[in-house]
Each structure stands twice: as C-alpha cells, then as structure tokens.
Antibody
Framework: EVQLVESGGGLVQPGGSLKLSCAAS????????MHWVRQASVRGLEWLGH??????????AYAESVKGRFTISRDDSEHTAYLQMNSLKPEDTAVYFC?????????WGQGTLVTVSS | QTVVTQEPSLTVSPGGTVTLTCASS?????????PNWFQQKPGQVPRALIY???NRHSWTPARFSGSLLGGKAALTLSAVQPEDEADYYC?????????FGGGTKVTVL
C-alpha cells in the first residue's frame, strides 16, 4: 500500500524557517518524482515544486512564487522527500502535501499544517 | 505569470451531466499539457481522477471522463450522483513546472 506521511509542520514566526519531511512506503521511492503542493484555504491548490529521480539527475523545478525561498531535496536511502522553507511569510500559512508521481501523479499524503504568525 | 482558469461553481441535478473546463492563459490546452484532474471533498485530501487528458486511474468511476474541448481541458461527469458533490481541480504541465486551476465547486441539487 502506497503511503506518504508528512511531518514537520507547526507555528513559525515571520522570517523563520521550517523543514518538512515526507516519509514514503509501499513503492519504489527512488524511481518516483516527488511533488510538494499547498492549500492555503478551503479552496485553492498551489503547486510548489518537484524533485525527479536519480536517473533524471535529481532535477528540481519550482513555482515562481517560492523560487529562491523553498528548496526540495530527497534521501532515497531514507525513502524521504524534504521541503526546506526559508524567509517564511504569513501568506505561506497552509496545509502542505507531498505527492507521488510514478508514471502518473497519483497518491497524496495527508498533509501537515504550517502557520506563519507572530 | 501563467494562470489556469476554471469555472468557480457549477450546479447539476442528480442523474444529469456536467462539464468542467480548464483554460490556460498561454493559449489552447493540448495533450502536451498532460491535463490532470483531482477531486476534493470537504475535509478530505484531494484524490486523483484523470491523467494525461483522458486516462482514468484504476479507482476512478467510469462516469468521469476527460477530454479536450474548444482549446480547453474538460472533465465531464455523467449520471451524476450525490457523492460527486466536491471541488474539482485541474493541473497543467508547462515544460518543467505545473500549475493548478482555481478549482470548480460542483453542487448536486
């Protein structure tokens, strides 16, 4: 069974940093592209970025809105993807999801809540 | 900045048919945008429905179908059931980055 479990969310002050983790199981993690997506309100999904697999040089891509502040990485030995978020702003408050892309974009984690507030 | 536009809301009667569309600010949506569709019910995590324009995942009911329609990606719900009431999001690929549409709230009434 494919499982994705995000962790690391919480309350952080504006200007602070946070690193989210996405622990994967039930599939060949090393062969998958991993995406991060957030949802800042009841409606509205925002794609943040992805990291490809080793055969694709661990290539990353980011949304313009977070480029330069957010960094996606992965540790295939730990079956985990990461989202490093720096210079956080109140508008980064959202639930953050990791998503698997094997041949298709399919499974989502349950999400972790990040609140940026003083 | 690329914008992907969906109808904010649509209403459909039980047993009826409704088509949602997904437009790109860059021009016509083609298969090269690999349109994906996701369903999100209140309080739940989004669930993948359609990939690469018109392909259903193994868990997607046959009443959901994807297509290209008039330069847009489209999701058609046929024989709509009350449990289809949800938010629906499209996702388009722009050669490296992906962009979600703003979502369509489908009400079954």
């Amino acid at each position: 069974e494919v499982q994705l479990v995000e962790s690391g969310g919480g309350l952080v002050q504006p200007g602070g940093s946070l690193k989210l983790s996405c622990a994967a199981s039930g599939f060949t993690f090393s062969g998958s592209t991993m995406h991060w997506v957030r949802q800042a309100s009841v409606r509205g999904l925002e794609w943040l970025g992805h990291i490809r697999s080793k055969p694709k040089s661990y290539a990353t891509a980011y949304a313009e809105s977070v480029k330069g502040r957010f960094t996606i990485s992965r540790d295939d030995s730990e079956h985990t993807a990461y989202l490093q978020m720096n210079s956080l702003k109140p508008e980064d408050t959202a639930v953050y999801f990791c998503i698997r892309q094997d041949d298709t974009i399919d499974y989502w984690g349950q999400g972790t809540l990040v609140t940026v507030s003083s | 900045q690329t914008v992907v536009t969906q109808e904010p809301s649509l209403t459909v009667s039980p047993g009826g048919t409704v088509t949602l569309t997904c437009a790109s600010s860059t021009g016509a949506v083609t298969s090269g945008y690999y349109p994906n569709w996701f369903q999100q019910k209140p309080g739940q995590v989004p669930r993948a429905l359609i990939y690469s324009t018109n392909n259903r995942h193994s868990w997607t009911p046959a009443r959901f179908s994807g297509s290209l329609l008039g330069g847009k990606a489209a999701l058609t719900l046929s024989a709509v059931q009350p449990e289809d009431e949800a938010d629906y999001y499209c996702l388009l690929y722009y050669g490296g980055a992906w962009v979600f549409g703003g979502g369509t709230k489908v009400t079954v009434l």
